[in-house]
């Protein structure tokens, strides 16, 4: 048992609010870790499809919960609350940890209605609101806002993984109200660098859900345009569309750009790591609303140089020109520019992927995210 484990914490019970199992799965497992290594019962409360066995592998009793994420109904998200709220009395909870906007609005107004004060708010990103800048989107923005302090109390603290977001919800940063993560942390024994291919060519990777707000578009015409003036660079994307988001790419526009020369689209992989050795680059061209995008920490600790755009989260990790370089969003010009740059200087590419693995062993490894968890749940839970 870790040394922070103390009287006053062990035995307490954390409930973890999170509209889908996929989503604790792929980038929450350490947080439940540092939970059961303070000595803390765990439930996670979720949409239970094929993720159950990796989450209670952690420790961590799973709950079904059905919310869909992709609906705004008022009427089903207060329904939902309802049986959280029953859910947390039941389970006797002392923290309710609310992971993204729909877990903190459905699992705060729960928290309220079964009395629990202790909350975390944890904003793993803020998806459309960071990814558009319209008066649609600032009059989101401060709707959010309102509904999201709306439901604090005085012993709630929130979790951010970029030190942007903070304010979107009116936040300092630096508060002692607010932690910043180096993202959902990475094993740097799982990921680890190998031996970057042979060039040419320049082969360049997307690892990420198939979304259009991940820029998959402005990758693709960068890639033309580059192949057009004769740049030996391929594409390579891996991913999956997601059926609960809007901003979804059609499966056959997918089909239709991995027809074209140096693009292919393979769908989604279990194998990660194995991508990274396949290829010199990581790109992610995001439009924005990204917390601290994985895919990034992964190809940074096999020791991959990244290419992504200027938006919060993403410009967190990587720093332009020395663990790749950011290009402005919806660039594609530019992007083809950059990658042909690349595929000139294999040698710049190489040290970029050593500083890129550098760059995660300095705060961005599970062990880092596990220990600042704890050192929050401690805190919260002493008190």
Known sequence: MSSLSLPDVQGRKIVFVITEDWFFASHFLPMARAARELGLDVTVVTRVRSHREAIEAAGAKVIPLEAERRSLNPMAAGYAAGQLAAILKAEKADLVHCIALKGILVGGFAATLAGIGRR????????FLGARTDRVARLSQRAVRLLVRGLETGRTRYV???????????LDPTSERVTILGGAGIDPDQFRPTPLPAQPPLKVAVVARMLWS?????????????????????????????????????????????GEPGISWHGATRDVAAVWRAHHVACL???????????LLEAAACGRAIVTTDVPGCRTLVRDGVEGRIVPTDDAPGLA??????????????RMGEAARARVLDGFTERDVIESVKRLYRSMLAS
């Open 120 to 127: 975390v708010y944890a904003l793993t990103g803020s998806g």
């Open 160 to 170: 951010f993984e970029n030190t942007d977001d903070p304010k979107l919800l009116g």
């Open 214 to 258: 991940k820029g998959i578009d402005v990758a693709v015409e960068a890639v033309r345009q580059a192949r057009a003036e004769g740049v030996a660079v391929e594409l390579s994307l891996y991913g999956a569309p997601d059926p609960s988001n809007p901003k979804a790419i059609p499966e056959e526009t997918l089909k239709a750009w991995s």
């Open 285 to 295: 061209p995001s439009r924005g609303g990204e917390g601290l995008p994985r895919t």
């Open 337 to 350: 520019e950059t990658l042909a740059a690349l595929s000139r200087r294999p040698d710049l590419v190489a």
